[in-house]
């Protein structure tokens, strides 16, 4: 009788446990399927996704909302890499791969603006506190948009939410300092890393910390810095992260959206060496408190032009040793605002 109830109780414990397996397994699968159906990337890679943290914050003594900063994971990897920036280019793309794929902040609060009617040019906005906080006593606020090639839909977006919205680019005929229907201001100027009249194509070109001189907003907090801009295969997004990160301006910035371009083959020396320098200035200021809350591919031409099914993983096949582009559109919320821009450029040391 006593082995009959040992057998028993053994059998009824190997079904409960049998039930908890599958009812943990069916969680697992549904929560992960939530995740990839409700996340703010879009890629159709999927598998090197992580749940983002979030940040619960707390009520600070004057009413406002401080968030807590997630802290930084190192990318994900199938393999020991070496050290970044020494490592061969297969692994420095696994690593670039792996950590614009690795959401840092879950943003609970966003909206998705402008683009075309495939989406192209269209940016994701975090409107939680402190990321996109009250206006009722603060003033507008300010919007710096770099690349629009006549598609103003995200900047007129912005506009309509009350923002002061400056657009630049100087490939364009519009007249500069025209003026749209939505408040948008034209600027016929591009970002460098130098100010010069007939610069890159002729065109004239500023720094940022020019930019906000001329304009007279050294005073104020950036609170949308988006990049969007072509040089040939690539972009000008580098010079901007490096002038944001050498001027101490990142700072000032609360959300900053670009577009990254990745250009091959990365067997290329220069080519491998704007992949490393990228990598390094997003973490240079992920260690000044930005957090990427949002990435996008940008595939939409191949899908029209080469295959409708067209994915991102068909560029990293062949980016190493061919003449093919990535894109990424990216953004990030500062946790570390810190003044002005005016007060952020004072304070830096020489």
Same mark, same amino acid.
């Given at each position: 009788m006593m082995k009959l109830n040992i057998k028993t109780i053994a059998l009824l414990l190997c079904v409960?446990?049998?039930?908890?397996?599958?009812?943990?397994?069916?969680?697992?699968?549904t929560d992960l399927n939530a995740l990839l159906s409700t996340a703010n990337y879009q890629s159709e890679d999927m598998l090197l996704r992580?749940?983002?943290?979030?940040?619960?914050?707390?009520?600070?003594?004057?009413?406002?909302?401080?968030?807590?900063k997630p802290a930084i994971l190192e990318p994900l990897a199938n393999r020991e890499l070496k050290p970044a920036g020494e490592a061969?280019?297969?692994?420095?793309?696994?690593?670039?791969?792996?950590?614009?794929?690795q959401r840092q902040y879950h943003c609970t609060d966003s909206k998705?603006?402008?683009?075309?009617?495939?989406?192209?040019?269209?940016?994701?906005?975090?409107?939680?506190?402190?990321?996109?906080?009250?206006r009722t006593d603060r003033g507008k606020c300010l919007v710096y948009s770099f690349g629009v090639a006549n598609d103003f839909t995200f900047d007129d977006e912005m506009a309509k939410l009350g923002c002061e919205v400056h657009?630049?680019?100087?490939? $364009?005929?519009?007249?500069?300092?025209s003026v749209r229907?939505?408040? %948008? /201001?034209?600027?016929?100027?591009?970002?460098? #890393?130098? &100010?010069?009249?007939?610069g890159f194509n002729g065109w004239r070109m500023r720094t940022l910390?020019?930019?906000?001189?001329e304009l007279g907003h050294q005073g104020r907090h950036l609170d949308f810095l988006k990049v969007d801009t072509d040089k040939g295969s690539t972009g000008f997004e580098d010079i901007v992260m490096q002038q944001l990160i050498e001027t101490g301006l990142y700072k000032c910035v609360r959300q900053y959206s670009m577009e990254i371009h990745m250009a091959g083959p990365l067997t290329n020396s220069e080519n491998l060496n704007r992949c490393r320098l990228l990598y390094r200035q997003m973490r240079t200021l992920n260690d000044g408190g930005w957090r990427l809350f949002n990435t996008?591919?940008?595939?939409?031409?191949?899908?029209?032009?080469?295959?409708?099914?067209?994915?991102? $993983?068909?560029?990293?096949?062949?980016?190493?040793?061919?003449?093919? %582009? /990535?894109?990424?559109?990216?953004?990030?919320? #500062?946790? &570390?605002?810190?003044?002005?821009?005016?007060?952020?450029?004072?304070?830096?040391?020489?």
């Open positions: 409960l446990l049998a039930i908890i397996y599958v009812t943990w397994n069916l969680v697992y699968v992580l749940k983002a943290p979030k940040s619960d914050g707390q009520i600070t003594s004057d009413g406002s909302f401080l968030k807590e061969p280019p297969e692994e420095e793309l696994e690593r670039i791969w792996n950590y614009v794929y998705y603006l402008g683009g075309r009617e495939n989406g192209d040019g269209a940016y994701d906005l975090c409107v939680e506190k402190p990321f996109w906080p009250d657009s630049f680019d100087p490939s $364009t005929e519009l007249a500069d300092n229907e939505s408040g %948008v /201001i034209f600027h016929k100027v591009g970002i460098s #890393n130098e &100010d010069d009249d007939h910390k020019t930019i906000l001189r996008t591919d940008n595939v939409r031409a191949a899908k029209v032009l080469v295959d409708p099914n067209y994915k991102q $993983t068909m560029n990293r096949q062949h980016i190493v040793n061919y003449k093919k %582009v /990535i894109l990424w559109e990216t953004s990030f919320v #500062n946790f &570390d605002v810190s003044g002005t821009c005016q007060e952020v450029l004072f304070d830096r040391k020489p």
